[in-house]
Every structure is written in structure tokens, then in C-alpha cells.
């Protein structure tokens, strides 16, 4: 009633800061009633809009529904454990009689003996067969499509990080419903419609452009689409459009605050960036916090891959402990990548991901080969979404030198923790004499000394927290400022030149 009576008033009124304003049409009206935007005429006055319709087409074409709570779906999001998975049961016999119009999983499912009714309770994901990324491979491009190619409207690829990318394709339905996974994480992050969101993601294929793009737009935020690079122009944007919050992987994040720094501006002080998306590829904590501190903003952890539709699988919430995974969309496993069991909880092991309300695409069991573990306990946020630790990195990604398993991870939170470093690094696998040997090469900070012996102690002390660390001794090299080249897109932290 209290709504009804706002919009008659609104609605009766001829001028408006004293300029004379249309009457408004009942499809108007009916619209207005059911907007819940429409709660105050404060709005009107704060988002400065001048006449009254186009202040109704601005309603009318952004969401401007009331964001005063803390979830964007509260019923969900919150949902009890045991209604999560009666859901996630239903949601999987959905996606296995889906599954079963592509192709591959015809043939797979017959041969296994396998439907929807195999599944009774989400246990029973268990006896479900897993799908590698070579199945993606080899059925390239349309062999694992489940619905016909004319209700496909957007094909993605993986960025081919390890081997031939992969194709995925998503139906009109598809898009919406990843549209809403990421408007829930960036407003899970405090994000709202009135912040301005820059995206320096590249829009092609990767699906971290067009992927946060849709979610920001559906969240109702001022989307600048500035794309990859161009480090001054994104910096022009950032200070002109006054974004406050950005998508950015790590290694670029750093690379911003030393062309700040250049510019002689002050990302803390002079702009009003709050927030940053930061994902894409595995970072550490100290990695995180480095970028906070040096840009003045609160940086969350966001995990996604192209063939669970991109950013927006898994997100940290403001608690910055672990990343919730959105179990209406997916059921994550965490198994051992050699028995393919579960582990116990709280290992870490593979994450494998079934997908449950896709259906241009659906992917059952899909062996991610991301290396992650279960966080224990509920989270104070409300979200009863499970949550994974930060990403420690792929299996491929793991180095084994002189019979140890090494994380680039592992080398990257000790560099970070040295603030005489910059954020560039580079690690080099090289066979000499009969020996295979690491060298590590890293930037210094533009801060710090060129005093030799300054320099000496340094790298000593980097050194020996390393061995500690790795319980190898790698060779450390430290390097001038800009001297290791920055690929576009995802860093290349690792060269493996040994000779085998
Ligand atoms: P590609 O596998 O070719 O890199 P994608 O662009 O689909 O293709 O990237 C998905 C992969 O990126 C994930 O499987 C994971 O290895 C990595 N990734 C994405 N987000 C994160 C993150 N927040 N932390 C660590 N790794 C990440
Ligand atoms: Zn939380």
C-alpha cells in the first residue's frame, strides 16, 4: 500500500524540480507497483535523473530492487543442509537425463548400464563414472552437446593452459542462469547496483570477460568493459568513471600498482576503488595481501573454469576464509587423483565437479585436476554452501625436482612475504651437468637498495626460508625491476627445460 501510494504520488505530479514532466501510463504504474526498487522517493532525488520518465526508464531497464540484505538469495543461499541435498538429487536425475541426449554420455551411460535412476541420494554420485578433460578433447567440438546446435547461442574455450583448449557451449537458459551465479558472488562481496565495475579481463573466448560481464549487468552495476592491458588506460577509466571495483588476476593486480606508482597516483587515496574480484589462476594469501595494501581495497578469491561456465563456481565471502562453492549449481567431490576415492576430511585432493542445472552442456564427475580441500565448520556469513581452501594449484602444476614435490605456490608465499620484492617472478627447471636444478628469479621492489652487499644479505635470507620451505636448495637470482617479461593473461611462472 505504503509502495502504491509513492508511485500515485510520483504519478500525479506535473513538474519536478520545477521542469515539467509526461503523465504517466497505467502499464507504468503496474510496472512500478511490482519493482521493489520503488521504495522511497529519495531514489528519484539520488540518482539524479531529471524528469521523472526517465527516471521510470531507468528503473525499468537496470535492477534497482531493494539491496539491503545481505544474500541476493537468501533462500538459498542459507538453505539447510539436508533441503541442499534433497535438492542437489533431484537437480542430478535432471542432469543425467540431460546428459544423455550428448552423445558421449549416450554411449558412456549404455555401456555402463547407467540413467537417472541410478541416482536415489546424492551418495549415489559415487557410482557415477568421472569425465576427463581429454573427453572434452576428443569429442571437440559438438560431441558432448545435449541439446541441438540451433538452441546453442554462445560457445566458449579454455584458455589451453595445459594442452589443446576445450570447447563449451551454452543454451539462452544456460547464460541467464550463470548471469545470476556471478551477480550473487560479486554481491556477496558487497558489490551493488550502484557500484561502478571495471572488467580487465579479455573478451574473447576466456569466459572472464563476457562471464562478469553478464553478472555485473544482471547485478544492475555500471559496467566499464575495458578488456585486457593498456595498463594507463585502465587507470584513465578507473580515475574518470570512478570505479570502485574491479575484476583482475593476481599477476596483473600487481602490475597496476607499479604503473600507479609511475603515474605518481595513489590507488589508496586518489581513486575509489573498494574491491577487487581476483582470480583465474592460483595466487597466495601473501600474494592477496600484498594487493590490498598496495591498492587500498578488500581482494576476494574467485575460482572458476570455462567448463563449469567460467568465474563464479566457487567465491570467498567477506569472511575471507575459503571460497563457498554454489552447490545448487554443482556438487563438488574432493577425491584422491590415484585411488579416485574420497578423501577424508579436510585433505586435500582433486576437486571433481558434476554439473546441475546446465543443459546445453552437462558434465558429470568432471575431474578439474585443481588441487583444493574442504574448509571444516560453518561460516559466520549464513552461507551453508561448503567451502574449499585457496586453490594450491593444478596436479600438472606441481614441479618434482630431485625426488620432491614442489607447488609454484609454495615459492610464491615466501617471495611475497619479503617486501623488498616486487611481484614478477620466474621459475626456471634446468638440467646442468648430470644434475636438474631450480633457478628462481624475481623483481626487486622499486623501493629497495642497489647496495651489493644489501642485496648479498638478502638474497641469503630469501634463500635459506626457501630451503626451509621446499627442502631443496634452489639458486635464487634477484633481478632489477621489469626485467622478466609479464605475459598477457595467465603468468607463466614455470620453465621446464631439463633434459629427461
Ligand atoms: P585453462 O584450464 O585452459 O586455464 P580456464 O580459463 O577455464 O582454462 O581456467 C580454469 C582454470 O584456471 C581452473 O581449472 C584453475 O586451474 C584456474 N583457476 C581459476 N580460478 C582460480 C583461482 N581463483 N585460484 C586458482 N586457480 C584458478
Ligand atoms: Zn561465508
Known sequence: MKKCAKVWFFCNMTKYKGEKIKKVSPTIIYHLENQSYFHSSFVVFSVGYETLENFIYFCMSKNNKKMDSPFWQADIETMKESDLRKFQTEKLREAMSQASHAPFYKKLFKEKGISADTIQTCDDLSKLPFTMKDDLRSNYPYGMTAIP???CVRLHSSSGTTGNPTVVL?????????ANQVARCMYMVGLRNTDVFQNTSGYGMFTGGLGFQYGAEKLGALTVPAAAGNSKRQIRFI??????????????ATRLAEVFHEMNIDPRTDTNLRVFCMGAEPHSEEQRRRVE?????????????????????????????????????????????????????????????????????????FRTHDLTRFLQGDCPCGRTHRRIDRLK???????????????????????MSFKELGGEYLITLETVGNNDEM????????????????????RKKIVRQLKDELLITPRLKLVSKGSLLVSEGKAVRVKDLRKY
Open 239 to 252: 580515475m574518470d568513471f570512478g570505479t570502485t571495483a574491479l575484476h583482475i588476476i593476481p599477476s596483473y
Open 439 to 458: 633457478l628462481i628469479e624475481v623483481e626487486l621492489s622499486n623501493l629497495f637498495t642497489d647496495d651489493y652487499s644489501a642485496l648479498e644479505q638478502l
Open 393 to 415: 594449484g593444478r596436479s600438472d602444476d606441481m614441479i618434482i625436482l630431485k625426488g620432491v614435490n614442489i607447488f609454484p605456490i609454495q615459492i610464491e608465499t615466501v617471495l
Open 293 to 365: 595494501q598496495l591498492l587500498g581495497v578488500k581482494a576476494y578469491n574467485c575460482f572458476g573454469m570455462s567448463e563449469m561456465n567460467g568465474p563464479g563456481v566457487a567465491f570467498e565471502c567477506t569472511e575471507q576464509n575459503g571460497l563457498h562453492v554454489w552447490e545448487d549449481y554443482v556438487i563438488p567431490e574432493i577425491i584422491d587423483p590415484d585411488t579416485l576415492q574420497p578423501v577424508p576430511d579436510g585433505e586435500t585432493g582433486e576437486l571433481v565437479l558434476t554439473s546441475l542445472q546446465r543443459e546445453a552442456m552437462p558434465l558429470i564427475r
Open 149 to 151: 546446435l540451433q538452441r
Open 170 to 178: 551454452h543454451s539462452q537458459r544456460d547464460i541467464d542462469l550463470w
